[in-house]
């Protein structure tokens, strides 16, 4: 059994009841995890000269944990044979060393402010079931949720390797009641309509998909200085100087993978595995498979970084260096107060799974996305929790009070997945999951991101002036020009050049032909050869276009035959009405270039909203792919023909007139001769 750690203190927290179902004393379950309090959400103010000495402590605290989970885990038969072992053994020596921890950080403020009260009633944890998943319905519109199975975690995958009791390739889960079919689910998305002052615009940076295999399991905002402070594995993408003793001045000097150079912000997200047996570079690492997070590394299909307004007021500026998490990573033990994972499919992304990885239909990719935090308090660019100087707006858009509203970023990610095989514990078709603390079981739930501000000022204050004016901008976001007077930015063909197609008059016409030759023409093939871009999603999954490099610009419209898409439901994306779109309001352009653009909406070639939208869509995305194509203007796979374009009717309907033409010349001609010879 491969050892699990826990995430730093400081990366989560909610200070709720945990939404699982906790064992009493002396009971032990085979799929156990160990519930400890977070302590960082509790410590809501710590002098900033303390702060060093208490991050390290935090840290601490979750090695004292992983070490606990790891002991839990080897010793689950004995733990079944005894009762009371692991509270003799494992439990009641963790609550000694935490108290011990916790009474050092107690020490460590109170030596420059005032000692923090009741931090030693955190001490105690408890062994809980690790098979209750948290929150359950969480954000699902009660949809149902066929196949999950408890009983489906002891069984072997098809690697050959067991799962433990938890499940998952290194037996610390997923399970497969941690996924739930997307088809299930019912659209459960509203997005608040803008108002009087609103922001309406947008700005989008382009960054990658981490092609080049940026990885570390530090944690810079929640650990620094701390190595595998976060104990799983990050993609990175923006800036690439990102690790746990990087300054801020390391930060500003390093480079970027963004388009736009004056864009050097850090964004990062734990990495997607497949649980197939693949021992990664990371294998017997701390962060990866020795704690617990086994499985192939997943690159991104595709990656798109969106700044979008409010829909009350207009934004300000994000402050330099300004620090953000979003979502909880400890949220399976602590509850789902802070928790603010979305998980769905390219083609249904008006339904949003919380607490459960989708099952998407072939044809369609698995998404998850971030709606960080929009709203700022004006004066820090971090807190002691990582949480307080930052808030989320209420469900009508407003920030609370002394608090403004500052471009709320919405990351994206696309992965080319196939939905895993529950029935045979993924032996078919593998198990996915974000890697996660130990004791956290890869559960959906604790998906989280976190972002550091580096754009230049003048580049911040372009976005700014971009999303307060309602345009549509920065790289790849195609040009910004302003939307109609009251409408939100949309998906507007004109905004990026059309693929190159053939124009009618280069076709060398037939009546052009000399009189003396015989009428050929037929043999010529008309101007419309296909407009399509020669390179595209032919054969590709609804609502993505991760795999072209120019972004899906001058898309054409595709036929209903070409796309192997989901069938549409009832509340499905092709039948959604307008405003029930994802809450992300420029993201949610999964389809940001399949521009089959009817009535705003993003459509793909079988009339289905690919993007989730309905025809309210907000657009600009910046789209980033995996290294294949490397033309910007050529996507890289073979596109079908246009609609109506290189048809054999339209051949016909173009060559008959000229045909008809060139026989009325030849007898013409021939008129002539013999009226000359007359």
Not at 342 to 363: N, V
Not at 574 to 591: E, I, L, N, Q
Not at 624 to 637: E, N
Request: glycine residues 14%; aromatic residues 4%; charged residues 25%.
């Amino acid at each position: 059994m491969a050892a699990n750690v826990y995430a730093s203190a400081t990366d989560g927290g909610s200070g709720g009841d945990s939404a699982a179902t906790r064992s009493g004393a002396g009971v032990r379950t085979a799929g156990a995890t160990i519930d400890c309090p977070d302590v960082g959400s509790k410590l809501t103010s710590v002098p900033e000269q303390a702060r060093g000495e208490v991050d390290k402590e935090l840290a601490l605290l979750d090695e004292q944990i992983a070490k606990a989970y790891q002991q839990l885990s080897e010793s689950a038969q004995r733990t079944q044979q005894d009762p009371g072992f692991a509270d003799n053994a494992i439990v009641s020596p963790l609550k000694e060393k935490r108290g011990a921890t916790l009474e050092r950080i107690a020490i460590a403020i109170d030596r420059v402010g005032d000692r923090p009260e009741g931090l030693e009633a955190l001490a105690a944890c408890t062994v809980e079931d690790g098979n209750q998943a948290t929150a359950q319905g969480e954000g699902q519109d009660g949809g149902g949720q066929p196949g999950e199975e408890q009983g489906q975690a002891g069984q072997e995958q098809g690697n050959g390797q067991g799962q433990g009791a938890n499940g998952g390739q290194a037996g610390n889960g997923p399970v497969a009641a941690d996924f739930a079919d997307i088809k299930s689910i019912q659209p459960n998305v509203n997005d608040p309509r803008p108002q009087g002052d609103a922001s309406r615009g947008s700005f989008a940076t382009s960054c990658g998909v981490n092609e080049n295999g940026l990885f570390n399991s530090d944690n810079i905002i929640a650990a620094p200085g701390v190595t595998n402070g976060a104990h799983h594995f990050h993609d990175y993408v923006g800036n690439q100087g990102n690790n746990a003793f990087a300054s801020d001045q390391d930060l500003a000097d390093a480079e970027t993978s963004c388009d736009d150079q004056g864009d050097k912000s850090s964004y990062y997200w734990p990495v997607v595995r497949l649980q197939n047996g693949t021992q990664e570079k990371d294998a017997d690492k701390p962060g990866g498979g020795i704690e617990g997070n086994a499985g192939e590394i997943v690159t991104p299909k595709q990656v798109t970084l969106t700044f979008v307004g409010n829909p009350r007021e207009k934004v300000t500026a994000m402050p330099r260096l300004l620090r953000i998490i979003t979502g909880d990573a400890k949220s399976f033990v602590n509850g789902p107060a802070n928790a603010n994972a979305s998980w769905s499919c390219t083609g249904f992304e008006d339904r949003q799974l919380k607490d459960k990885y989708p099952l998407c239909p072939q044809g369609s990719d698995v998404v998850r996305t971030f709606e960080f935090q929009s709203c700022w308090d004006g004066r820090n660019i971090d807190s002691a929790n990582h949480r307080t100087h930052v808030a989320f707006a209420d469900a009508a858009g407003n920030c609370p009070s002394g608090f403004r509203p500052i471009p709320q970023l919405v990351q994206r990610i696309v992965y080319d997945i196939d939905a895993p095989s529950l029935n045979d514990g993924g032996r078919t078709t593998p198990l996915f999951a974000v890697d996660s603390f130990p004791e956290q079981l890869h559960k959906p739930v604790t998906d989280h991101g976190d972002f550091i501000n580096i754009f230049d000022e003048k580049l911040m204050g372009e976005m700014v002036d971009c999303i307060n004016d309602g345009r549509r901008c920065g790289a790849g976001a195609g040009g910004g020009q302003d939307p109609a007077p009251g409408e939100e930015p949309q998906e507007e063909p004109t905004k990026t050049p059309e693929a190159p197609q053939e124009e009618p008059t280069k076709t060398p016409e037939v009546p052009q032909e000399e009189p003396t030759k015989a009428p050929e023409a037929p043999q010529e093939q008309p101007t419309k050869t296909p407009g399509a871009p020669q390179g595209g999603n032919a054969g590709g999954k609804p609502g993505d276009q991760g795999d072209r490099g120019d972004e899906g610009k001058g898309q054409a419209p595709k036929p209903p035959a070409d796309k192997p898409a989901p069938e549409p439901e009832p509340g499905d994306a092709s039948t959604t009405p307008a405003g029930a779109g994802p809450a992300v309001k420029a993201t949610a352009s999964a389809d940001g270039g399949k521009a089959g653009e009817q009535d705003g909406g993003s459509k793909d070639g079988a009339g289905d909203d690919t993007d989730g939208l309905g025809q309210s869509q907000a657009v600009g995305t910046a789209t980033s792919s995996p290294p294949t194509p490397p033309t910007p203007s050529a996507p890289s796979r073979t596109e079908p023909q246009a609609v109506g374009e290189g048809g054999l009717a339209d051949t016909g309907a173009q060559l008959w007139p000229a045909a008809a033409g060139a026989v009325l010349v030849i007898a013409g001609f021939v008129v002539l001769r013999r009226v000359r010879r007359g």
